[in-house]
């Protein structure tokens, strides 16, 4: 931490947590693609979206101006301007200063941070030609998918190359 870092005004994505509201599923998902702790929940009611948020330090992101103005979320929320996902994703990489050192870590589906998994453990549950062709696997704790290396996570990444360039 830099000595001349302002409170709440974080100069790098680390350790920050985020709340992304009902309509932002996609925006979550592709942050949790470069590795970003984003829960999201279909449905949930604005009281109980902020109650967990501050018990659970999130950020709420929102494109909702009324929860923006919120007094409990002063100072934890950020208001998504775009309706467009990559315009969304945009913003809060530049605004949380997010990058994707993190891709491919956590779970798509619920957010968890995936383990690394032997060949051995996972040789059941994946079709035989990756068992074949592939070496790295992980898997997620929590809702038991399992990742790995492969031409759709090449081009996931050239996705989020193409949306933040933009
Ligand atoms: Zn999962």
New binding site residues.
């Given amino acids: 931490m830099g000595a001349g870092r302002l409170a709440g005004a974080p100069v790098s994505g680390e350790g920050l947590k985020f709340f992304a509201d009902s309509m932002l599923g996609k925006l979550a998902r592709w942050m949790r693609t470069i590795g970003c702790d984003v829960e999201y929940e279909r449905s949930i009611e604005d009281g109980a979206l902020i109650e967990r948020a501050l018990r659970e330090e999130r950020i709420v992101l929102t494109r909702d101006t009324l929860l923006v103005r919120r007094r409990r979320l002063k100072g934890r929320c950020f208001f998504v301007e775009s309706p467009i996902v990559a315009d969304q994703l945009k913003a809060v990489v530049e605004r949380f200063g997010l990058d994707s050192a993190g891709f491919l870590t956590r779970?798509l589906?619920?957010n968890?941070r995936l383990e690394r998994a032997a060949k051995e453990a996972v040789k059941e549950r994946v079709p035989p030609y990756v068992c074949q062709t592939q070496d790295e696997f992980s898997v997620?704790p929590?809702?038991g998918?399992i990742y790995w290396a492969g031409t759709h996570r090449e081009g996931m990444l050239r996705e989020i190359e193409r949306m933040l360039k933009g």
Avoid: L, N
């Fill in positions: 779970c589906r619920c968890a997620c929590k809702c998918r």
